[in-house]
């Protein structure tokens, strides 16, 4: 399946989960999120952004496989959107970041979202940690699981053993809709002596891919394509792409804004996909928020000559920066 997409560049949106086994039979999980917007500037927060690197974001953890349990995790943001300045009131995004650390003890399973939603979501830390947090959670499980099945699945310290990447490419076209391309593969290892081919520690290679458009300002999916395939690691031949049109059609007039999460598991609940495709289609909504900032030229039409724009900003409680009571939640009436 091809992703042929036309339209005006807009927004970049990269996830990575990479799994490593460790000397004591723990895996250590690293995951990274980056953004890259691609357009013009923007008024948020009493300053202007400019285009670039948004968001640079990590997680680190130590998980048991055999209980999914997280042994320790903790969270790095080299580059966010809001330093301590007069305008946040010496507020950062790195302020809450300590409180990722209590999310150890949680166990990688049905009850790990509610748990990331009550210690990080919200007012109480950063959304775009918690998007990698969940986006991890839900990873490892299914790396593991996936594992377990692999004979003879032994590795030394330091062997990869699953890494996963996620890709998000926003278009803006011509009639002002929303184009999302999404590319999110699998790799699964084997174990391998240190100097051996690199094509022996192929297990399996998982491919989903998405053409995602979306109607701007509803936020809402007027048409998607979805595929997978498997690289089986004794594969001889190109794998063929598997297109289900049915799946795709229920996912028709989707909502893409706040709270679409829910109604997007109601749907996928219907006739649940596997776990990677259903991950996959969470990353959408997400995504889709950064780009109205890279669409932040129509608000300044509108603004005309307005200089007291105070500019975007996320959704009251939205993140620990946009919390109410916070300083830029006061400095627009809350």
């Not at 109480?124 to 004979?151: E, F, K, N, Y």
């Not at 699945?153 to 184009?179: K, M, P, S």
Request: glycine fraction near 10%; include cysteine.
């Amino acid at each position: 399946m091809r992703l042929d997409v036309q339209g005006h560049p807009l927004h970049t949106r990269a996830l990575s989960v990479t799994m490593n086994q460790r000397s004591d039979g723990r895996v250590d999980v690293g995951g990274s999120i980056l953004d890259l917007r691609k357009r013009g500037f923007v008024p948020v927060g009493g300053d202007l952004q400019a285009s670039g690197v948004i968001h640079d974001m990590r997680l680190r953890a130590v998980v048991d496989p055999a209980t999914l349990a997280l042994a320790t995790i903790t969270a790095e943001q080299p580059t966010v959107a809001f330093e301590p300045s007069a305008t946040t009131g010496g507020e950062s995004c790195r302020d809450p970041i300590g409180r990722v650390v209590a999310l150890a003890g949680a166990t990688l399973d049905a009850t790990f979202n509610r748990r990331l939603t009550g210690i990080i979501g919200g007012p109480l830390g950063c959304s775009h940690i918690l998007t990698l947090a969940r986006l991890l959670g839900s990873t490892v499980a299914w790396a593991l699981q996936c594992d377990r099945a692999t004979p003879g699945a032994v590795r030394q310290a330091g062997e990869r053993l699953f890494r996963r990447d996620v890709i998000v490419d926003a278009y803006e076209q011509a009639d002002g809709a929303l184009a999302f391309a999404l590319q999110q593969g699998d790799l699964h290892l084997a174990p391998a002596a240190p100097l051996a081919p690199p094509l022996d520690r192929l297990a399996a290679y998982d491919e989903v891919r998405v053409l995602a458009e979306v109607d701007f300002p509803t936020r809402t999916v007027t048409h998607l394509q979805l595929a997978e395939r498997r690289r089986e690691a004794a594969a001889t031949l190109e794998p063929a792409w598997h297109e289900d049109i049915t799946f795709a059609e229920r996912l028709v007039d989707l909502p893409l804004g706040p709270g679409s999460s829910a109604e997007l598991l109601r749907r996928l609940d219907v006739v649940p996909p596997r776990p990677p495709v259903r991950d996959a289609l969470l990353m959408l909504a997400p995504t889709l928020v950064q780009c109205l900032a890279a669409l932040a030229d129509r608000l300044l039409s509108l603004a005309g000559a307005n200089r007291s724009l105070t500019g975007l900003g996320g959704l009251p409680d939205s993140c620990y920066m946009w919390r109410r009571d916070g300083a830029l939640g006061r400095s627009r009436g809350g």
